[in-house]
Every structure is written in C-alpha cells, then in structure tokens.
C-alpha cells in the first residue's frame, strides 16, 4: 500500500507508541490502521486524543485494542463532555429564555399570519420574529411602529444612509467621537446588518413561500 493511501488520526499516533503497529506486515498494519481512521473521521482531535487516554487506562493486553473498545471510548468521552456542558447550557437559556428552541419556534408560527405578511412584504419581517422571541406574543397595534422603524433603521445604515451621531457612538475624553471606535463599531453592525438581512430572506420565503 502505497503512503498516498495510508491514513492515521491522533488516537492511531498514541496508540501506535504505546502498542506499535498492529501486525508485523506493515503494509497489512496500515491497511487495518487506515480503517481505524475511517471509522474516526467524525471525531474531533482532542475527542481522539483524549478517548486514546481512555483506551490506554482500560486496555489489559498488548495486543492492539479492537475498533469497537476504539469507538466506545470515543463515545463514552463525547458524553462526559455533555453531562458536563449541559448544566450549563440549561442554566443559560434560562437566564435567556427567550433564546430557548421553544420560543424560537413560536416565533417561527406566529410569524405566519396577516400581520407576518404584511412585515414580509414591507421589509420588517425580522423584527416581527425578534419581538415574538422576546415577548412570547404578537405585537399590540401600538408597537408596531416602533418594530418597523428599528428594521429600518438596518436598511438606512446598509444604504449607507446613517451617520456616527445616528449610532450614538459614546464620545472621548475630548467630548469626540473616536475614529478607531467609529470603525470598530461599524464593522461589527455591518457584519450584524447582513446578517439581520440575510435572517430577513429566510424569513420572507418562509412566510409568503
């Protein structure tokens, strides 16, 4: 088997020192570590390296260590990883609930109504959708105006229609706007903007089809 068509990952390296190839025939070995590799490929490098470690504390014998001990190793890592993240992640969306999938995909069918529409059509659509995230409700008639004029504005600033006073840029020492910050800030909504446009489309395809 020619190098081109020998591949290894990180598990396969550290195992490799500790254990050496696994048959005498290296061109047998490689053949057998290469669909090792193939059966990783979903695995991050640090999941490798650290289910490696895992192989290495539970495995007895000097033989080579099978596929299947391999991949539950790598899974058994993946879930401790989890059982460790999740507490976390709970307790953020409930610090932000309204972030959670749940209301994420209220929003998505509240949208889809006469009101939703009309937002499509006009080009307020994501603000619609970002007010029943937020507020777990359609809009009163009262607040609409406001969620009109805030997707606009991202339409005047893309335009190029806005000035740093519209922005409300906080101001030096010397009571001036600074032009490092000015730019800082505008590169981070522009990046924003089309990202609110790009939510926009998907949003109007979804509602008016």
């Known amino acids: ?4 068509t020998f591949h290894t990952n990180v598990m396969m390296a550290k ?3 500790h254990f050496g190839m696994p048959d005498k025939d290296t061109r047998h070995a490689r053949k057998i570590i290469t669909e090792y590799a193939r059966l990783m490929v979903n695995y991050s490098d640090n999941e490798l390296s650290e289910a490696a470690d895992i192989v290495l504390r539970r495995h007895r014998f000097r033989t080579w260590p099978s596929i ?8 058994d890592y993946r879930a401790s990883v989890h059982e460790k993240t999740a507490p976390e992640m709970d307790r953020r969306l409930n610090a932000y609930p309204e972030w959670s999938k749940e209301r994420i995909e209220k929003a998505d069918h509240l949208i889809k109504c006469d009101l939703g529409r009309k937002a499509a059509q006009e080009g307020w659509i994501h603000g619609l959708h970002d007010f029943c ?6 809009p009163k008639d009262h607040e609409i105006q406001k969620i009109m004029q ?3 504005f991202i339409d005047r600033f893309m335009a190029g ?3 740093r006073c519209d922005l409300d840029l906080p101001p030096n020492s010397d009571g001036e706007i ?8 505008m ?8 990202s609110l446009l790009a939510k926009r489309e998907k949003l109007r395809e979804e509602v008016l089809g």
């Open 1 to 4: 088997m020619s190098d081109e």
């Open 15 to 17: 195992l490799g020192v």
């Open 68 to 75: 299947a001990e391999c991949i539950k190793a790598l899974e």
């Open 133 to 138: 995230r937020n507020h777990d409700r359609l």
């Open 150 to 152: 805030s997707a606009r």
């Open 161 to 163: 229609e806005t000035d």
């Open 178 to 185: 600074s032009l490092q910050m000015n730019r800082a800030t």
């Open 187 to 194: 590169g981070m909504l522009r990046t924003l903007g089309n």
